[in-house]
C-alpha cells in the first residue's frame, strides 16, 4: 500500500533506511544529509536558474522531484528528501510570502489576533497538492531501496518566521507575543498543528515513508513555554498523524533543545531524534538508550566543508560510539552552499567503508 | 587588601552576593542582572548620549563608573558589574574597532596567521588601565554590601568577533578557520588568553571581588573543539588568575552548552556557572549538586520584558527549586531595552520578598 511502509512483520525491510526504526542498529548506519539537496550542487543551481525563483522551484513538481533526486543519483544516500521549505504552510495559508536572493523570506508579519484573520486554512488544499504531486512523482523514480522522508517545519519554528516576518536572532517578538498573550499565540500555534497534520497525511499519502519535524528555534524557549509550543503541538500532530498512518515513523529535531531532549521524545512521542551539532556522542547514545528513540545526526557541517583530518576524526566518532544503537548518519544542521561536492562523496564512503 | 575579598575565616562576610561561594545558599539569593547598566534605562541613555559614542562612554572612567553605579543606586543589586564591553581587548590588542548605531560592533576581520600580525600585545596595557581606573572609582563609591564583578569574553567567543567582523549567527568563518588551521587560529586564541589573564588580574587589583567570563558563543562548538577552543583556554584564564588571586571567585557563562555544561565546570575549575534561558531549573539543580559550583540565572530577558504573572511563575520556580542550593538570581542572557524599568524593580522585590 503507498505511502505505509511495511514494518510490521518482514524480517528485513528493503529500505536500510527504516531498519533503525524496528530497533536495529545496522552497520555501516543508514546515511542522508539535511539540504542535501541545494546550493553547493552544480546540477541543483542549474534547475534553480530555469525555475527563475525559489517558490517556482517548491511549487513546480517536475523540477521539485528532479533536485529531490539528483543528491540520490549523485551519492545513492538511503533516503531521499521532499525538496520544499517549511514556510510553503503560511504561505498555504495565505500568508503573503517572497525569497529574496541572498536575505532569505520574507514575509508580511502577522503579530496580532486580528491578524490571523488574514489567513484561511480551507485554502491550503491547493497549495498542498503540488507539493504532494512533487511526493507522488519522487516516489515513482526512486531506487525501490531508498526511502523517501517528508517534513514540515514544527509550529513554533514556522510561527517565528510568520511573526518576525523572516529569520530572526532571537524570535523575540514572537517569544513577547506569547508570552504576553498566550490565548492569542495559542490560536496561532493550533491553525499551525492542524494545517501540519495535513499536510504530513498527505504526503504519506502521496508516498513519503518517514516524516521530520524541523524545529530550528526550539532552543529559544525556556521550560514551561518549551512545553506549551514545541512539546504540546508536536505531540499533537505525531498522535494524529499516527491516528490515520500508525507504522509511519516521525523524526524530531528540536534544535538547541539540550538537556530538553529526552523529555522531548517521550512527550512528543517521535520515533526518532534529530540532534544538533552541539550535543556530543555520548549524549546521543545516552538519549538513545533512555528513550528508546532513533537518533540521528551531528556532524558538523562545517566540518564537512573543512574536510581532511578532522571529518575523519568526527565520522570515526559517531560510528565508534553509536555502533551499538538504532541511528542514523546526518549532519548536525542543513549543508551549506560552500560545501565542496567531493567531501560530500567522502563522507558517504567514510560512512559506508568506515574509517580506518 | 583591595581587591581581594576575605574569604578565608570569617563566618558572615558582610557582602551576601560572595556567600553563595562558601557553599551558603541565601535565602533571598543574591541578586543582579546581566547588562543591568543599559539602554532600558533613561539615567543611562542621558549619561551615553553625553558621552557620545559608546566607546567614549566605555573609556571614560568617570562617565563608566557613573553607569555602572546606576543600577545600584536605583534597585540595589547585590553586585554591580564594570561597565564596559568584551571587545575592549581586540581594542586595546589594536584591532580597529566601531560601534555603528543600531547595528552594533564592526571590526576589521581577521581571517589568517598574517593578520594577526596587525596585533600587539605590548599596546594593552594603556587601553586596560582606563578600565582598571573606573573599577576603582566604582569600588570607592560602592556601597560596603555591594560586590563589584570584573569580567571579559571568553577567548573563543572575542575571536568570533575579530574573525566575522562583529556578531553573526553562526560563526561560520571563525569556524571554518578554526578546523582548517588548528594551529593558526590558536595563536590568536593563545594572544586572547594571555591577554585576558593580564586584563582579569588588573581589574581585581583595581577592586574587583569577582569576575564573569562570557562565552556567548560556546554552543557553536561541537565536542572536541568545544574541549579545544573554549574549555581549555577558560582553564588557563581561571588557572592563570586564580595563581595571583586564589579567593577571587569565577563565574564561567558559556551559553549553549547543553548538556557540556557539566564537564565545562570540571574542567575550567570556574567557581559558578551561568547558565542561560533553555536551561531548565531542574538541570541547573542537578548542575549544583554535581559540580559543586555555585550556579547562577537563569529568568528568559524576555520574560522580565512581559512582566505579569508569567513574571511571577518564573521567578517562583527558580527560587523554589533552586532553594536549597547556593543560587545567584540573574537573567539567562542581558536585559534587553525595551525592558520597563518597573518590571525590573518589580523583580527585585518578588526575589527579595518571595512570591506569595
Given at each position: 500500500m503507498r505511502g505505509q511502509p511495511d514494518l510490521s512483520g518482514a524480517p528485513t525491510s528493503a529500505k536500510p533506511f527504516l531498519a533503525p526504526f524496528r530497533g536495529e542498529a545496522l552497520a555501516p548506519p543508514p546515511v542522508w544529509l539535511m539540504r542535501q539537496a541545494g546550493r553547493y550542487l552544480p546540477e541543483y543551481r542549474a534547475t534553480r536558474a530555469k525555475a527563475g525563483s525559489f517558490l517556482k522551484l517548491c511549487y513546480t513538481p517536475a523540477m521539485a522531484a528532479e533536485v529531490t533526486l539528483q543528491p540520490i543519483v549523485r551519492y545513492g544516500f538511503d533516503a531521499a528528501i521532499l525538496f520544499s521549505d517549511i514556510l510553503v504552510v503560511p504561505d498555504a495559508l495565505g500568508q503573503r510570502l517572497e525569497f529574496v536572493e541572498g536575505e532569505g523570506p520574507r514575509l508580511e508579519p502577522i503579530r496580532d489576533v486580528a491578524s490571523l484573520a488574514r489567513l484561511d486554512a480551507g485554502k491550503c488544499a491547493a497549495t498542498f497538492e503540488r507539493v504532494f504531486e512533487t511526493v507522488a512523482r519522487v516516489r515513482a523514480d526512486l531506487p525501490k531501496e531508498t526511502a523517501l522522508i517528508g517534513f514540515c517545519g514544527a509550529p513554533w519554528t514556522v510561527a517565528t518566521y510568520m511573526v518576525e516576518g523572516g529569520g530572526s536572532k532571537d524570535q523575540a517578538e514572537t517569544r513577547l507575543w506569547a508570552y504576553r498573550d498566550p490565548g492569542g499565540f495559542a490560536q496561532l500555534i493550533h491553525l499551525l498543528t492542524e494545517a501540519s497534520v495535513e499536510y504530513l497525511c498527505g504526503q504519506v499519502k502521496a508516498g513519503a515513508d518517514v516524516l521530520q519535524i524541523f524545529d530550528t528555534w526550539a532552543g529559544s524557549?525556556?521550560?514551561?513555554?518549551?512545553?506549551?509550543?514545541?512539546?504540546?503541538?508536536?505531540?499533537?500532530?505525531?498522535?494524529?498523524?499516527?491516528?490515520?498512518?500508525?507504522?509511519?515513523?516521525?523524526?524530531?529535531?528540536?534544535?538547541?533543545?539540550?538537556?530538553?531532549?529526552?523529555?522531548?521524545?517521550?512527550?512528543?512521542?517521535?520515533?526518532?531524534?534529530?540532534?544538533?551539532?552541539?550535543?556530543?556522542?555520548?549524549?546521543?547514545?545516552?538519549?538513545?538508550?533512555?528513550?528508546?528513540?532513533?537518533?540521528?545526526?551531528?556532524?558538523?557541517?562545517?566540518?564537512?566543508?573543512?574536510?581532511?583530518?578532522?571529518?575523519?576524526?568526527?565520522?570515526?566518532?559517531?560510528?565508534?560510539?553509536?555502533?551499538?544503537?538504532?541511528?542514523?548518519?546526518?549532519?548536525?544542521?542543513?549543508?551549506?552552499?560552500?560545501?565542496?561536492?567531493?567531501?560530500?562523496?567522502?563522507?558517504?564512503?567514510?560512512?559506508?567503508?568506515?574509517?580506518?
Open positions: 524557549l525556556p521550560k514551561e513555554q518549551f512545553f506549551q509550543w514545541v512539546e504540546y503541538p508536536t505531540a499533537t500532530i505525531v498522535r494524529r498523524v499516527r491516528e490515520v498512518y500508525p507504522n509511519v515513523p516521525i523524526i524530531g529535531f528540536p534544535r538547541g533543545s539540550g538537556v530538553k531532549a529526552e523529555r522531548y521524545v517521550e512527550v512528543t512521542g517521535v520515533q526518532g531524534l534529530g540532534c544538533d551539532t552541539a550535543t556530543p556522542a555520548w549524549a546521543m547514545h545516552d538519549l538513545a538508550r533512555q528513550t528508546g528513540a532513533v537518533v540521528q545526526g551531528n556532524l558538523d557541517p562545517l566540518v564537512l566543508v573543512a574536510g581532511g583530518p578532522l571529518l575523519e576524526a568526527y565520522v570515526r566518532e559517531l560510528l565508534g560510539v553509536l555502533r551499538d544503537v538504532p541511528y542514523i548518519f546526518n549532519l548536525g544542521h542543513g549543508i551549506v552552499p560552500q560545501t565542496p561536492p567531493e567531501h560530500v562523496a567522502r563522507l558517504v564512503d567514510l560512512v559506508r567503508k568506515g574509517v580506518n
